[in-house]
């Protein structure tokens, strides 16, 4: 029960921290949201920060085990990279609210000055890796880390444009180009060793 | 002198709703920033909202400012797409720390559910509508809409992925990039032209 308590406040500060963003969410409106008494809520979590740390955790686990997912289901790298480019179409709705919850976290940390700042930026790194290993098995040697922080910029661009203009073509029209970008890559690659 | 504390004011809200966040500054944080008593602060603004409004106005007329100064002092339209582009180099040490200053206040609002939030978002828009005349005056007809958003989506990600990571080849690199990619559009319109 306790564990499930505790989750239920990391789940409600996620959401919230996304939503409204850290500095405007209280300790006082995750407990609210998570419907739980002052004294039950402080046996789990003493600090606003305790509860960003916990959040940023389990932000990383459950990127990686998107990633993870993405690695078994889909056979070729090129696919996988699909998968990640695809997520701000599945994640439409959200980014149109509140931006990328990556991205707007890191850059509301950097602005405090926060301690956790860093951590918070492990979660931009998970994908950044992923992504180089990906256009690695591509072929892309030298040029993996490259291209890799080219989609990322990509992904980052669509999210903060999405959530000021709402434009579902738009969304749309900016992954279409990536992917035709990302088969011009797969071409090259494809010619190189051959 | 009036109108100077004013300025002040703005310009001091501006720098520090940027470095630190609109949430996170308070009305004394802005007032210790400009040394002025309380109640020469509240002649100017009775609100944090009434500072916001005029910190928007004011980032208003200076981007409009930037790009009246493009339009004239750059010829052709590829050279002025260019001095836009290029703004992530020229202003990267605060993009660094800060992100975009339009794309940062714009999340953030949003976030928010501010009444301001549209009112932010008209910088962006001020960006897109700048950049699609840019593309109409190369050539680009119906796609200029299109890739003033590719390139505006470009700049914010651009942003975003230099604060999180601090990477100053990274920055040089993209814009590399997106040069090369506008070279070819510059081509694409002037074999179309012919």
């Known amino acids: 029960m306790a564990k499930a308590t505790r989750q239920q406040i990391v789940e409600a500060a996620d959401n919230l921290f996304y939503s409204h963003g850290y500095v405007q969410t209280s300790f ?3 407990a609210a949201a998570v419907k739980i008494s002052r004294g039950n809520f ?3 979590f003493k600090t606003k920060d305790e509860i960003l740390d916990a959040v940023i955790d389990k932000r990383l686990t459950d990127r990686e ?6 690695d078994e289901t889909s056979s070729s790298p090129a696919g996988r990279i699909e998968c990640f480019i695809r997520i701000v179409i599945v994640n439409q ?25 860093d ?7 998970l994908f950044r890796d992923w992504l180089i290993r990906q256009f690695e098995a591509l072929g892309c040697g030298g040029k993996s880390e490259e291209n890799a922080l080219h989609v990322l910029t990509w992904s980052q661009g669509v999210a903060t444009l999405a959530q000021a203009f709402k434009d579902e073509a ?4 900016e992954v279409d180009r990536i992917l035709e970008w990302l088969a011009g890559i797969v071409r090259e690659a494809q010619q190189a060793g051959n």
Do not use: F
């Open 28 to 30: 006082a409106d995750i």
């Open 65 to 70: 085990t998107l990633l993870a997912k993405w």
């Open 170 to 173: 738009y969304v749309h029209r």
């Open 93 to 117: 709705a959200k980014i149109m609210a509140y931006g990328c919850p990556v991205g707007t976290l890191t850059t509301e940390l950097a602005k405090l000055d926060h301690a956790s700042t």
């Open 42 to 44: 402080y046996y789990h």
């Open 119 to 125: 951590k918070a930026n492990e979660i931009m790194t």
